[in-house]
């Protein structure tokens, strides 16, 4: 049974930083494609920051620059360090999976930056 349990967020400051952890049980993390979603209420969920199997990297134009996806084996987490924060990242910010044929989701953690 995989689960996927997400931390870190909170309210912060127009240019503060927060770090988020999505903690995974079941195989090894590194072995999938494992990425950072959000959502902000009326629009679609958005692809924010994504690593694979073999390392490759990407992220949402919007963010490259100041945010960073990581991943520890040894703890079997993924990171998502976030800097320079604006109010328009304001989001519930989801951890997710694709390990075929499935795929799976955390919680969410509610992010707010604001003055």
């Known amino acids: 049974q995989v689960q996927l349990l997400e931390s870190g967020g909170g309210l912060v400051q127009p240019g503060g930083s927060l770090r988020l952890s999505c903690a995974a049980s079941?195989?090894?993390?590194?072995?999938?494609?494992m990425g950072w979603y959000r959502r902000v209420p009326g629009k679609e969920r958005e692809l924010v920051a994504q690593i694979t199997g073999s390392g490759t990297i990407y992220y949402v134009n919007s963010v490259k620059g100041r945010f960073t996806v990581s991943r520890d084996a040894a703890k079997n987490t993924l990171y998502l360090q976030m800097n320079s924060l604006k109010p328009e990242d304001t989001a519930v910010y989801y951890c997710h999976r694709n390990s075929p044929p499935s795929n799976y989701w955390g919680q969410g953690t509610q992010v707010t930056v604001s003055s």
């Open positions: 079941g195989s090894a993390l590194e072995r999938n494609t």
